[in-house]
């Protein structure tokens, strides 16, 4: 039987893209005052990317460009929402960046610094008091 | 003009956005120490991939693997996620077979 290697190299890109996507996204966010602006290089650049796997026949390259084309199209979206994470508390705010410092200051914000995800689960509810505690007391 | 490579595109993205509720509602129902096992299922449907000749489902099938390898080192972060009250928290999970040797292990999480 012959080894198809298509599905192989889809989910190496797919893996990858999604990785390098969710990384870079939550940095560019933190760094960036005018989102407006990565996300139209986003939008470019997975247009592009598109483009490309429109416009090569070689089948492995033109699954590697249409994948990595999309995942770059939805990294466009997730800054914005990255920047609702951040608002909601649900990401650590940069408090060198003006538009963090802003949703840091406004009146009952739910914005914090802290990485409320960075520990291990405990295996119950924990209040916000406690949720606190549990990344900052070691 | 060939469109193979926009519509695996698109069908990954699909594929990939089936992995939110894959994590949320596994992590809810099975808990986060079933990472070992899905980044095991992930591998070996990446694996079945490789026999499929038709190309557009051998890459829905490689897709649907990668999903599966991501979703294991998601699982850790979601099940804070129901602790803080972000998400349902259920208290009567489903245990995974070897639990006590996989809470030893560090779950990934990239």
């Given at each position: 039987?012959?080894?198809?290697?298509?599905?192989?190299?889809?989910?190496?890109?797919?893996f990858?893209?999604?990785?390098?996507?969710?990384?870079?996204?939550r940095?560019?966010?933190?760094?960036?005052?005018?989102?407006?602006?990565?996300?139209?290089?986003?939008?470019?650049?997975?247009?592009?990317?598109?483009?490309?796997?429109?416009?090569?026949?070689?089948r492995?390259?033109?699954?590697?460009?249409?994948?990595?084309?999309?995942?770059?199209?939805?990294?466009?979206?997730?800054?914005?929402?990255?920047?609702?994470?951040?608002?909601?508390?649900?990401?650590?705010?940069?408090?060198?960046?003006?538009?963090?410092?802003?949703?840091?200051?406004?009146?009952?914000?739910?914005?914090?610094?802290?990485?409320?995800?960075?520990?291990?689960?405990?295996?119950?509810?924990?209040?916000?008091?406690?949720?606190?505690r549990?990344?900052?007391?070691? | 003009?060939?469109?193979?490579?926009?519509?695996?595109?698109?069908?990954?993205?699909?594929?990939?956005?089936?992995?939110?509720?894959l994590?949320?509602?596994?992590?809810?129902?099975?808990?986060?120490?079933?990472?070992?096992?899905?980044?095991g299922?992930?591998?070996?449907?990446?694996?079945?991939?490789?026999?499929?000749?038709?190309?557009?489902?051998?890459?829905?099938?490689?897709?649907?693997?990668?999903?599966?390898?991501?979703?294991?080192?998601?699982?850790?972060?979601?099940?804070i996620?129901?602790?803080?009250?972000?998400?349902?928290?259920?208290?009567?999970?489903?245990?995974?077979?070897?639990?006590a040797?996989?809470?030893?292990?560090?779950?990934?999480?990239?």
């Amino acid at each position: 039987m012959e080894i198809n290697p298509l599905g192989l190299i889809s989910a190496v890109i797919a893996f990858l893209s999604i990785w390098i996507g969710h990384v870079s996204v939550r940095k560019i966010e933190a760094i960036t005052v005018a989102l407006w602006k990565p996300m139209a290089i986003l939008i470019a650049l997975g247009l592009a990317l598109e483009y490309a796997a429109l416009s090569i026949p070689n089948r492995p390259l033109a699954t590697v460009l249409g994948i990595l084309g999309v995942t770059l199209l939805w990294d466009a979206f997730e800054v914005k929402r990255q920047a609702d994470r951040i608002r909601k508390g649900h990401a650590p705010a940069n408090p060198d960046n003006p538009r963090h410092a802003a949703m840091l200051a406004e009146p009952n914000s739910r914005a914090t610094t802290l990485n409320i995800l960075n520990r291990d689960p405990i295996g119950r509810m924990v209040d916000p008091e406690e949720a606190v505690r549990l990344i900052t007391s070691h | 003009m060939n469109a193979f490579g926009l519509i695996v595109g698109i069908a990954t993205l699909l594929i990939i956005g089936l992995g939110f509720p894959l994590v949320i509602q596994g992590e809810r129902r099975f808990g986060y120490l079933w990472w070992p096992y899905m980044l095991g299922i992930g591998v070996l449907i990446i694996g079945v991939s490789l026999f499929v000749p038709v190309d557009w489902l051998s890459v829905v099938i490689g897709a649907i693997g990668a999903t599966f390898v991501w979703g294991s080192t998601e699982l850790k972060e979601q099940a804070i996620r129901a602790e803080v009250g972000w998400f349902p928290f259920n208290a009567n999970k489903i245990k995974p077979p070897f639990e006590a040797i996989i809470q030893k292990w560090k779950a990934p999480h990239l």
